[in-house]
């Protein structure tokens, strides 16, 4: 069976979340995404996992009772962010309410923040956690590998810098919204591990919920499918990553955290790293990689397609010139679901033609930005320091000019040498 996964985001009790990041809000959200599976995140935080232990359980996953406000189709697995000594953040998977209590337990004398904080700092190495990781027979990888700040190449040179002897029970790589599959393959430690895309989400809004996700080949619903899937064992697999473009990531090109001032990594390292304005330059994931690269980036014959997605809301926020959490996107949002069931179904599975005849008059500049996505037309300013990357629908070129190198257009998939614009239709789903 096939399963849509986001497995990294952030209940109601981490910082700078939404208080709507309840397990019932989450369930109703998945579902309308059309995602199966959430990680639950924040799991060894007492509070939420309190309200996890209320959930029918099955196999390591967890999903409410019939009757209860929200979907109980929605599954959920155990995960948390954990933060090491040296602000690298790690992603764990844990397969029991019991090895959850016993990682609480194990982090809970070298962390100041643990019952206060859904992502705790933990004063141990990566490598200690990794130790106690595998103790619990959780999971464990970098979380959004590459961004500036928290990031095991933010402070690292390679995952064995990071995780030292335990660098073999690493299972996972999650790239983040600034990188991609054609990113993280031109490292060579990187090509023997499964790529994750999540959405890392602190609010259940349909721009931030799943703007990232994985797709799955599982024999049925359970931790041990799950996890045999990420290690590719017995058939399991990633079959689909699912992200937004990577330009269009906060920290994509090195720029500077007060201006927004995009710098060349050469012009940044002239500057010691400082802006004309005094604002401090921030690596973008762009040139970090450059830097780490040491081959030549094709793909290896397990990784999967990695498939460009932009949110829903986000395309007809550009169609009607309005904020996608504007009540005009969202009516609209919320007419495009009741005719057709899913974001998923909207934006790859139904016929153009469909949408001029919809109960709900949905208008033509809508249907346009929908086609212009499926044909690839959409323009990438590329973020930095902090502020997202733009996106136009319709690329500025002139003449049948090449684009400059500031934009990119999105019209490739990556993933074993795809050079067509692939949809969800080429994998079922």
């Known amino acids: 069976m096939i399963i849509n996964a986001d497995l990294h985001i952030h209940s109601r009790y981490s910082a700078a979340t939404s208080p709507r990041m309840d397990l019932p809000t989450l369930a109703i959200e998945a579902a309308r995404k059309g995602i199966q599976l959430l990680g ?113 190449y933010a402070y690292h040179h390679s995952l064995k810098e990071c995780y030292g002897d335990m660098v073999g029970g690493i299972s996972f790589v999650e790239l983040g919204l600034s990188a991609d599959s054609s990113y993280a393959d031109r490292i060579e430690e990187l090509r023997a591990l499964t790529f994750l895309t999540n959405s890392d989400a602190h609010s259940p809004h349909p721009i931030r919920l799943a703007r990232e996700f994985n797709r799955f080949y599982v024999g049925d619903m359970g931790f041990d499918e799950l996890k045999a899937a990420i290690q590719r064992r017995g058939g399991r697999k990633p079959v689909l990553n699912v992200g937004v473009p990577p330009q269009e990531g906060k920290y994509n090109e090195s720029a500077c955290i007060r201006c927004y001032t995009h710098l060349s990594l050469r012009e940044a390292i002239t500057r010691r790293w400082r802006c004309e304005c005094g604002g401090i330059i921030k690596k973008g ?51 495009l679901l009741a005719e057709f069931g899913t974001e998923v179904n909207v934006l790859v599975d139904v016929s153009i033609a469909n949408f001029y005849a919809v109960r709900c008059n949905l208008d033509v500049q809508v249907v346009e930005a929908i086609k ?40 490739e998939v990556a993933g074993r040498g795809a050079k067509r614009q692939l949809s969800l239709l080429d994998f079922g789903l």
């Open 285 to 335: 994931v762009r040139d970090r990689v450059d830097e780490l690269a040491n081959c030549n980036g094709t793909h290896p014959e397990h990784r999967p397609p990695y498939l460009h997605l932009i949110p829903l809301a986000e395309i007809i926020g550009l169609a009607l010139h309005k904020s996608p959490s504007s009540p005009a996107v969202k009516e609209i949002w919320e007419s």
């Open 40 to 152: 639950t995140g924040d799991c060894l935080h007492p509070n939420w996992l309190q309200g996890i232990k209320e959930l029918e359980e099955q196999n390591g996953f967890f999903h409410l009772k019939r009757g209860d406000a929200g979907n109980p189709e929605t599954q959920f697995v155990l995960t948390v962010e954990v933060e090491d000594a040296r602000r690298v953040h790690h992603l764990l998977i844990v397969p029991s309410i019991s090895k959850a209590e016993e990682l609480y337990e194990s982090f809970r004398t070298c962390s100041p923040d643990i019952d206060s904080d859904g992502r705790p700092s933990v004063r141990l190495s990566g490598e200690e956690i990794a130790e106690q990781a595998k103790d619990a027979d959780a999971l464990i990888g970098p979380c959004h590998a590459f961004t500036p700040w928290t990031a095991v």
């Open 372 to 411: 212009a996505f499926r044909e690839g037309e959409i323009r990438v300013i590329p973020g930095g320091g902090g502020r997202y990357g733009t996106i136009e629908l319709k690329p500025k070129t002139s003449g049948g000019a090449q684009e400059s190198s500031e934009a990119i257009v999105v019209k």
